[in-house]
């Protein structure tokens, strides 16, 4: 990696031997600098317990609509790779797809918070995932990390036979009779195997710095293309590659426990208690059961964060507190 970004520092007109007074301004960015000295050194333990670890964030919600925070998103990826991690990005994608079915004149409805997909929606899904969404990512990572050739890579789950999935199966209980029925959601899978051989020679390779970038595309044994939820792709594949962390990024703080406050850390049983006596609602359901299952799968630990804040991902990875809820085996 060679860099050729130039500095104030570098390209000042006043040799920097000869003494002169320095401006309010100058002293406050000489603050500054100590500052961020001192932040590197602390945080010098934590870079050497991920060095060359493999890290899966799960990149979506409201940060993926704005493009000043995903720029900064970008940026925070391109850093981890220089730091010695080795970042692969999961992306969703919904309100990018909501918007362009509106365009499209094509209704869509939802059942349990997974859309129905019907073979026009489907189309547009992938398109949208596989297509803008992916590959704008992927070229903000190579944007921001050009001066030091780190490039973003959009993939699917169709690239190389990366994810294969099966229909999901869904029931629901009518409110009158009780009885179950399945509902059909159509193009909507569930994974059932990763193949991570692609991903993982990205990650290894030692002449050059790629950062995976996987759009939640699979594709079933006959050949049919489902649409896939982005959490449980991240999931499955930070499985795959045993990550050492998967960062679920979201757009609430952590998971809160029955007083309200963030719950810092918890294990698989901790977990699930709060999905069985209600504490956990609404969307943490199903993030939860994602970090439940990505633990069981061989991820070391999931930690659900707020993506909207700025660096969350380096607070999460190199402070002693973190950000967010780290959810462990035990």
Do not use: C
Request: glycine residues 10%.
């Amino acid at each position: 990696m060679k860099l050729s970004a130039s500095f104030p520092r570098d390209t000042a007109p006043i040799p920097r031997y000869l003494a002169r007074v320095m401006n309010e301004t100058e002293r406050q960015s000489e603050e500054r600098s100590w500052e961020t000295a001192k932040t590197l050194a602390e945080a010098l333990p934590y870079i050497q317990v991920y060095d060359r670890e493999t890290v899966v964030i799960k990149y979506g919600g409201h940060a993926m609509g704005e493009s000043a925070v995903a720029r900064q998103f970008a940026a925070d990826v391109v850093l981890l790779k220089l730091m010695g991690v080795n970042p692969v990005v999961v992306h969703g994608g919904g309100p990018q797809i909501s918007a362009m079915l509106d365009k499209a004149g094509v209704k869509s409805s939802f059942v349990d918070g997974l859309r129905v997909t019907d073979p026009a929606t489907m189309e547009v899904a992938e398109m949208v995932l596989s297509g803008a969404v992916n590959k704008e990512i992927a070229h903000w990572i190579t944007m921001a990390g050009k001066e030091a050739d780190v490039r973003g890579v959009g993939l699917s789950g169709k690239d190389a036979g990366l994810l294969t999935v099966e229909k999901t199966r869904r029931t629901k209980r009518d409110p009158d009779s009780m009885i179950e029925h399945e509902v059909d959601l159509g193009y909507v899978g569930e994974p059932t195997k990763v193949d991570p051989k692609l991903i993982a020679g990205l990650i290894a390779s030692e002449t050059e710095d790629w950062v995976p970038v996987i759009a939640p595309i699979g594709v079933a044994e006959d050949g049919q293309t489902y649409n896939v939820n982005a959490d449980t792709v991240a999931g499955a594949v930070a499985g795959s590659l045993t990550a050492k962390r998967m960062l679920l990024l979201t757009d609430v703080p952590g998971v809160k426990g029955a007083d309200g406050d963030i719950i810092r850390q918890m294990t698989l049983d901790e977990a699930q208690n709060l999905i069985d006596t209600g504490v956990a609602t609404g969307g943490m359901i199903p993030k939860l059961e994602t970090a439940m299952a990505a633990v069981r799968a061989g991820v070391e630990a999931v930690v659900i964060l707020d993506g909207r804040r700025p660096h969350a991902m380096l607070v999460e990875l190199f402070t002693e507190f973190g950000a967010g809820t780290l959810v462990k085996a035990s």
